[in-house]
């Protein structure tokens, strides 16, 4: 069989022809959950007070720690059956069962005082504040800025002062 050497050959010259390098079909396939068919990863959030996660996608798995905090962001980097492997701000992962998170998507303040705007600018007139560790839920993002609402207020802040999505994330509201 001579004609497969000559294929393999043909198959990566277009492989490495093709945008953005060398791309694999595992690093493809890596952008779509196998159990859900939704991106990965992704953003979501803590739907209860009291999750427990632990060290693999099952009960038999040993738990590592409880997250104590409704709402809190997450994002999700790996499925398996009813498990969702998930990485917090401070780059811990765990497995968690999927009931225990929402779609509903939040944001964490990590700035130390952060001012919601009336408009995507700096210069823009402050409408409230929130300090280091408030969760506040997410309306929209624009290239730096996202639209968040906490406790009635409702404003815009730069994404550099919170942590729950991608950097060149835009969403609409």
């Given at each position: 069989?001579?004609f497969?050497?000559?294929?393999w ?12 390098g060398?791309?694999t079909?595992?690093?493809t ?13 992704r ?11 632990r ?11 409880v997250?104590?905090?409704?709402g809190?962001?997450v994002?999700?980097?790996d ?6 492997r ?5 780059e811990a ?8 998170l929402t779609?509903?998507?939040t944001?964490?303040?990590t700035?130390?005082?952060v001012f919601?705007r009336?408009?995507?600018?700096v210069?823009?007139?402050?409408t ?6 408030v ?5 929209q993002?624009?290239?730096e800025?996202?639209?968040?609402e ?7 802040v730069?994404?550099?002062?919170v ?6 994330e835009?969403?609409?509201?």
């Open positions: 069989m001579m497969r050497p000559i294929l050959a043909v198959a990566l010259s277009l492989l490495a022809m093709a945008p953005g060398t791309a079909a595992t690093e396939e890596a952008e779509i959950g196998t159990v859900t068919k939704l991106p990965i990863p953003y979501v959030s803590l739907r209860s007070s009291k999750i427990n996660v060290r693999g996608p099952g009960l038999d798995y040993r738990k590592d720690w997250f104590k905090r409704a809190w962001p994002k999700i980097v499925e398996y059956g009813d498990w969702r998930i990485v917090d701000k401070d992962t765990g497995w968690v069962f999927h009931a225990m779609g509903r998507r944001v964490l303040i700035g130390d005082t919601f009336k408009k995507p600018r210069t823009a007139e402050a409230a504040g929130a300090e280091r560790g969760i506040a839920k997410l309306r993002c624009q290239a800025w996202c639209e968040v906490q406790d009635g207020h409702r404003g815009w730069l994404k550099s002062d942590w729950g999505v991608e950097p060149g835009v969403s609409g509201d």
